[in-house]
Protein backbone atom coordinates (compact mmCIF):
# COMPACT_ATOMS: atom_id res chain seq x y z
CA UNK A 1 0.00 0.00 0.00
CA UNK A 2 1.48 3.11 -1.30
CA UNK A 3 1.22 6.37 1.05
CA UNK A 4 1.54 10.20 -0.72
CA UNK A 5 3.84 10.64 2.58
CA UNK A 6 6.05 7.59 1.44
CA UNK A 7 9.38 8.47 -0.03
CA UNK A 8 10.72 6.79 -3.50
CA UNK A 9 13.69 5.23 -1.22
CA UNK A 10 10.67 4.02 1.60
CA UNK A 11 8.58 2.48 -1.56
CA UNK A 12 11.72 1.01 -3.07
CA UNK A 13 12.37 -0.68 -0.07
CA UNK A 14 9.25 -1.86 0.89
CA UNK A 15 8.87 -3.66 -2.17
CA UNK A 16 12.59 -5.06 -2.35
CA UNK A 17 11.50 -6.35 1.21
CA UNK A 18 7.95 -7.92 0.45
CA UNK A 19 9.60 -9.62 -2.49
CA UNK A 20 12.96 -11.03 -0.17
CA UNK A 21 10.36 -12.05 2.30
CA UNK A 22 7.94 -13.49 -0.23
CA UNK A 23 11.22 -15.48 -1.30
CA UNK A 24 10.88 -13.88 -5.00
CA UNK A 25 14.41 -12.71 -4.74
CA UNK A 26 16.09 -15.65 -2.73
CA UNK A 27 19.25 -15.12 -0.48
CA UNK A 28 22.59 -14.20 -2.10
CA UNK A 29 21.13 -12.69 -5.05
CA UNK A 30 22.55 -9.45 -6.19
CA UNK A 31 20.65 -6.41 -6.10
CA UNK A 32 21.70 -4.22 -8.90
CA UNK A 33 21.52 -0.66 -8.73
CA UNK A 34 20.88 -0.16 -12.54
CA UNK A 35 18.27 -2.29 -12.45
CA UNK A 36 15.89 -1.53 -9.41
CA UNK A 37 16.39 2.38 -10.44
CA UNK A 38 15.35 1.46 -14.15
CA UNK A 39 12.07 -0.68 -12.50
CA UNK A 40 11.13 2.10 -10.26
CA UNK A 41 11.86 5.18 -12.34
CA UNK A 42 13.97 6.74 -10.00
CA UNK A 43 17.71 7.80 -9.89
CA UNK A 44 20.38 6.06 -7.91
CA UNK A 45 20.05 8.12 -5.13
CA UNK A 46 16.93 6.91 -3.56
CA UNK A 47 17.77 3.29 -4.49
CA UNK A 48 21.35 3.73 -2.14
CA UNK A 49 19.03 4.96 0.29
CA UNK A 50 17.01 1.69 -0.27
CA UNK A 51 19.57 -0.37 0.30
CA UNK A 52 20.97 1.28 3.07
CA UNK A 53 17.29 0.28 4.89
CA UNK A 54 17.87 -3.24 3.69
CA UNK A 55 20.60 -3.38 5.30
CA UNK A 56 19.31 -1.94 8.77
CA UNK A 57 16.59 -4.00 8.62
CA UNK A 58 18.94 -7.12 7.87
CA UNK A 59 17.44 -8.16 4.76
CA UNK A 60 20.29 -7.06 2.42
CA UNK A 61 24.24 -6.99 2.74
CA UNK A 62 26.66 -5.21 1.27
CA UNK A 63 29.90 -6.55 -0.22
CA UNK A 64 33.15 -4.19 -0.79
CA UNK A 65 33.59 -4.28 -4.65
CA UNK A 66 31.10 -6.66 -5.24
CA UNK A 67 27.50 -4.78 -4.66
CA UNK A 68 24.72 -5.59 -2.48
CA UNK A 69 22.82 -8.64 -2.11
CA UNK A 70 19.83 -10.79 -0.47
CA UNK A 71 20.73 -11.78 2.87
CA UNK A 72 20.07 -15.44 3.95
CA UNK A 73 19.20 -16.26 7.06
CA UNK A 74 20.57 -19.69 9.40
CA UNK A 75 17.70 -21.63 10.77
CA UNK A 76 18.62 -20.26 14.40
CA UNK A 77 17.53 -16.67 13.13
CA UNK A 78 14.31 -17.87 11.50
CA UNK A 79 13.69 -19.43 14.78
CA UNK A 80 14.13 -16.51 16.40
CA UNK A 81 12.39 -14.48 14.59
CA UNK A 82 9.31 -16.48 14.20
CA UNK A 83 9.10 -16.43 18.28
CA UNK A 84 9.41 -12.33 18.24
CA UNK A 85 6.89 -12.37 15.74
CA UNK A 86 4.55 -14.71 17.80
CA UNK A 87 4.79 -12.85 20.96
CA UNK A 88 4.30 -9.43 19.06
CA UNK A 89 1.67 -10.58 17.43
CA UNK A 90 -0.23 -11.85 20.19
CA UNK A 91 0.36 -8.47 22.20
CA UNK A 92 -1.03 -6.35 19.41
CA UNK A 93 -3.78 -8.33 18.90
CA UNK A 94 -4.79 -8.31 22.67
CA UNK A 95 -4.50 -4.34 22.16
CA UNK A 96 -6.18 -4.26 19.00
CA UNK A 97 -9.41 -6.41 19.68
CA UNK A 98 -11.51 -3.84 22.10
CA UNK A 99 -11.30 -1.70 19.32
CA UNK A 100 -12.28 -3.81 16.09
CA UNK A 101 -15.73 -3.07 14.40
CA UNK A 102 -17.85 -4.58 12.17
CA UNK A 103 -16.42 -2.29 9.92
CA UNK A 104 -12.37 -2.73 10.77
CA UNK A 105 -13.58 -5.94 10.15
CA UNK A 106 -15.22 -5.96 6.98
CA UNK A 107 -12.62 -3.58 5.58
CA UNK A 108 -9.89 -6.27 6.89
CA UNK A 109 -11.73 -9.01 4.63
CA UNK A 110 -11.91 -6.53 1.92
CA UNK A 111 -8.07 -6.06 1.80
CA UNK A 112 -7.12 -9.43 1.92
CA UNK A 113 -9.89 -10.86 -0.91
CA UNK A 114 -8.04 -7.94 -3.35
CA UNK A 115 -4.60 -9.13 -2.22
CA UNK A 116 -5.59 -12.50 -2.74
CA UNK A 117 -6.89 -11.95 -6.19
CA UNK A 118 -3.27 -9.62 -6.91
CA UNK A 119 -1.46 -12.45 -6.20
CA UNK A 120 -3.35 -14.84 -8.37
CA UNK A 121 -3.39 -13.16 -11.26
CA UNK A 122 -0.99 -14.09 -14.18
CA UNK A 123 0.69 -10.73 -13.45
CA UNK A 124 1.32 -11.52 -9.64
CA UNK A 125 2.16 -15.17 -10.09
CA UNK A 126 5.05 -13.76 -12.42
CA UNK A 127 6.47 -11.14 -9.92
CA UNK A 128 6.61 -13.62 -7.32
CA UNK A 129 7.74 -16.32 -9.15
CA UNK A 130 5.08 -18.75 -8.70
CA UNK A 131 4.37 -21.00 -11.16
CA UNK A 132 1.38 -20.37 -13.89
CA UNK A 133 0.39 -23.89 -14.60
Known sequence: MTTSSE?????????????????????????????????FGASHVPVREAFRRLEAQGLARSEPRRGVRVAGFDRDTVREVAEMRAALEVLALRNAAPHLTGAVLDAAEAATRAATARAMSPAGRRRTGASTG
Do not use: F, M, N, W
Not at 19 to 35: M, S, V, W
Open 7 to 39: TVAARIARVLAERIIAGALEPGARLRQDHVAEE
